[in-house]
């Protein structure tokens, strides 16, 4: 029997955890550092390395098939609004969680003064980043979507808003002029796009070894359990409200406002998911994520190919609702009691600083830092939380393209763009 490519992934995870941890146990760190993380970096970095092309060929063919402005408009406000109310979502249900379970008086004085003692260096660093992010001014973020050279877009993945303006630029001048002289571009977007994707189905083959190489990597260096057990409260309260976004706002979204298969849909994002865990890139993962979406889940690529990279960058559900956790648990750590109105200002911050958070690892730290100082927080208490970091940033990424895959699945029933599966194919596509 044919295995299924998530399941391969998923004992891939399952056996580089085990090789990590022995591997830990018998203090053969540095050999795990040397020669099998690699495998993991060379992985991750194929998947970049194709992001990019993979947003420009997808989104350029699908704007081009729209054939007009009007659906593109309605297309971009409607993901807009989506993306900003699953957002929304995510904040609140963090601070609510939070404000119950409150993390932050579970931790001693003790704890709290090792924890700031040893992360203290690397807190300084997201801090310092955050400094000179707010230091360039309140309009920056609008600044720094349009490219002064695109060809310097193009060579970064962390510029990937500037990269989308620029294709969305050309997707309306084909739209715009004569449908003739478009089709030779499109046709060659349109071939190029095949090799992309066929590319990506050859990068998948190598996948399980890099997910072992990721797993076992991470298992010899995240810190020793006496050092997390302090934050183990913080991390229960993040995952649970993770849980609650990726397996009851979103299918319950689905259910309401596109009437598609639950069971359908998560096997179908299995695959993207496991990566997703084991990358913590919504970048490294989009061209997985945008063949789930298409192939598997039945969106149209002119939706998928313009929800979908927008989504991996303004888009960070997980994230967000991490950060409302993380605010409350290191003020509660300072003995700081948070007003309504303060709160509130979390939500909305959290909320427009997701647009701004690089698709990468860990980049909703330097977001975090700037939550916390409009909130009044120490900014230095971020050293709090570095030691649990790395688990929860793999967990917040699951959440953040498992919500760019149901905007997209939304976003295509409400214009049409969405081939659902007979209830009959379900169980054929369960297999796959």
Do not use: C
């Amino acid at each position: 029997m044919k295995l299924a490519l998530h399941w391969k992934i998923l004992i891939g995870l399952v056996l580089g955890l085990a090789f990590g941890y022995f591997m830990k146990t018998i203090d053969a760190k540095d050999f795990v550092t040397d020669w099998i993380k690699p495998f993991g970096t060379v992985f991750i970095n194929l998947l970049k390395m194709i992001a990019v092309p993979l947003i420009v060929v997808s989104l350029i063919t699908g704007l081009a098939d729209l054939k007009d402005i009007s659906k593109l408009s309605k297309l971009g406000s409607r993901t807009v609004v989506l993306y900003l109310f699953t957002t929304f979502l995510a904040v609140s249900t963090g601070l609510v969680l939070a404000n119950i379970v409150n993390p932050g008086k579970f931790i001693n004085a003790e704890s709290r003064q090792s924890l700031l003692e040893n992360f203290a260096g690397d807190a300084s660093k997201k801090i310092e980043l955050a400094v000179n992010q707010k230091s360039k001014g309140p309009l920056q973020p609008l600044l720094d979507i349009v490219p002064d050279n695109i060809f310097g877009a193009l060579s970064n993945n962390g510029s990937m808003l500037q990269v989308i303006l620029f294709v969305i630029l050309i997707g309306i001048g084909l739209i715009l002029i004569d449908p003739e002289k478009a089709k030779p571009v499109t046709d060659f977007f349109k071939g190029f796009n095949d090799v992309i994707l066929k590319i990506i189905d050859l990068i998948m083959l190598i996948a399980p070894i890099g997910v072992f190489s990721l797993m076992s990597a991470l298992m010899v260096e995240i810190p020793d359990f006496s050092v997390l057990q302090a934050l183990l409260i913080y991390a229960f309260t993040v995952v649970i409200g993770l849980l609650l976004m990726t397996y009851g706002v979103y299918p319950t979204l689905l259910k309401v406002l596109a009437k598609y298969p639950v069971k359908k849909f998560f096997s179908a994002m299995a695959p993207a998911q496991i990566l997703a865990f084991s990358t913590s890139s919504s970048a490294a993962t989009l061209p997985v994520t945008m063949e789930r979406v298409i192939e598997h889940v039945g969106v149209e690529e002119e939706v998928a190919s313009f929800v979908l990279p927008l989504g991996a960058t303004v888009n960070m559900d997980g994230t967000s609702l991490y950060q409302a956790v993380a605010a409350i648990f290191i003020a509660q750590a300072f003995s700081m009691d948070l007003t309504f109105s303060q709160q509130v200002m979390i939500i909305l911050t959290a909320t427009l600083a997701s647009i701004g958070t690089a698709a990468v690892p860990s980049a909703g730290m330097v977001t975090l830092v700037i939550i916390l100082g409009q909130a009044g927080i120490p900014e230095a208490g971020l050293a709090l939380i570095f030691a649990i970091d790395r688990p929860l940033d793999m967990l917040r990424t699951v959440t953040n393209i498992t919500s760019d895959a149901t905007v997209a699945t939304i976003v295509a029933s409400s214009v049409g763009k969405l081939n659902k599966p007979e209830p009959h194919e379900w169980d054929e596509n369960l297999k796959k």
